[in-house]
């Protein structure tokens, strides 16, 4: 929510380069792997994770768009953010002027996170 914020106000002050434009804006990319060991690191628990296997992901992601199920968005999104991806290969962060620094971390949303959440008494 933080660096959504960040994201508004800089589009706002870009007009020339964002208006009418769709723009691909991210604060971090991550794999599901790493959200875990943050949550660990910082709870001090082990937790206890329940994996498919990615290949798993792609063959069940390959059949749901042969039979045209709705779940193929899912299982693509699944697979994507299971390699580390995003769906873009370029984001327009630089558009609007903003730097990896300024944005919120992993480590920044888990902390929020644990402390319950994006609201104004959290931080």
């Known amino acids: 929510m933080y660096s959504v914020g960040k994201f508004v106000a800089a589009t706002l002050q ?41 290949d798993e992901i792609k063959r069940l992601e390959a059949k749901a768009w042969e039979e045209g199920s709705g779940a193929a968005t899912t299982f693509t999104l699944r697979r994507i953010w299971a390699e580390g991806g995003t769906l873009y290969e370029k984001n327009d962060n630089d558009v609007v002027g903003l730097k990896q620094e300024d944005l919120e971390t992993l480590e920044d949303g888990v902390r929020k996170a644990l402390a319950g959440g994006y609201k104004n008494d959290t931080f």
């Open 14 to 54: 870009h007009p020339k380069e964002s208006f009418g434009k769709a723009l691909k804006v991210q604060s971090f990319v991550v794999t599901p792997n790493e959200v875990v060991a943050e949550y660990e690191k910082q709870t001090g628990s082990q937790f206890k994770v329940i994996k498919t296997p990615l």
